[in-house]
């Protein structure tokens, strides 16, 4: 069965640093992998997802995330944290295609400090 | 970025009350998800509808739970006689024609008292 495990409910960084979000996942078969990101009262929005094309993806509001097949990782990083970037963070697998059932992670709450 | 809305935003039920929760999403895709998510719990997949038809449920999705389009546009999900459980958010995804990537709704909070 599909899994994914986010390292860390909570992470806190300062504005202009390093942004990283751990993911990691079981499949047993080449997986499809997503971001997807969650504002206060809002839906979740796709930041970006690895369709087995290149292995480092860029997605939108300059994050990007690396898939590592010997780690089963997909971490989710940012050079340089925004303000505006506060918000929780799902990583999610689907198996087979884009369209089948996605399994989340628990998510990671980020909170930008001045 | 394409919309998918949900009505209502919230509601409110008594326990035993059946409730129907309503999902325009992107129009005329054959695909079409629930989701929900308990309160500090992950997002959980509930059922997928393919054609008209559910082509795949998890095993959250039992005799109380159902869906359907009743018209070419909107998708339901009903739950006939709710439970104190049942209280969560929940999320309907639909994926762009040319995309393949389900795009989520704002969501419909549900609060079973």
């Known amino acids: 069965a599909q899994s994914v495990t986010q390292l860390g409910s909570h992470v806190s960084v300062s504005e202009g640093a390093l942004v990283l979000l751990r993911c990691n996942y079981s499949?047993?078969?080449?997986?499809?992998l997503f971001w997807y990101v969650q504002y206060p009262n809002q839906g979740l929005q796709l930041l970006l997802k690895y369709t087995s094309a290149a292995t480092l993806v860029k997605g939108i509001n300059g994050f990007e995330a690396e898939f590592k097949k010997s780690e089963t990782s997909f971490h989710l990083t940012k050079p340089s944290a925004h303000m505006s970037d506060a918000a929780e963070y799902f990583c999610?697998?689907?198996?087979?295609?884009?369209?089948?059932?996605?399994?989340f992670g628990r998510g990671t709450q980020l909170t930008v400090w001045p | 970025e394409p919309e998918v809305t949900q009505t209502p935003s919230h509601q409110v039920t008594q326990m035993g009350q059946e409730v129907i929760l309503r999902c325009v999403p992107i129009?005329?895709?054959?695909?079409f998800y629930w989701y929900r998510q308990i309160l500090g719990q992950k997002v959980e997949f509930l059922v997928s509808?393919?054609?008209?038809?559910?082509?795949?449920k998890s095993e959250i999705f039992d005799d109380q739970f159902s869906v359907e389009r009743p018209d070419g546009s909107n998708f339901t999900l009903k739950i006939r006689s709710t439970k104190l459980e049942d209280s969560a958010m929940y999320f309907c995804?639909?994926?762009?024609?040319?995309?393949?990537?389900?795009?989520f709704g704002p969501g419909t909070r549900l609060l079973v008292l």
């Open positions: 499949s047993s078969v080449p997986p499809y």
């Open positions: 509808f393919y054609n008209n038809e559910i082509s795949e």
């Open positions: 129009s005329n895709h054959l695909y």
């Open positions: 995804a639909s994926p762009l024609w040319d995309q393949e990537t389900q795009y």
């Open positions: 999610a697998v689907s198996e087979g295609s884009t369209l089948g059932r996605l399994y």
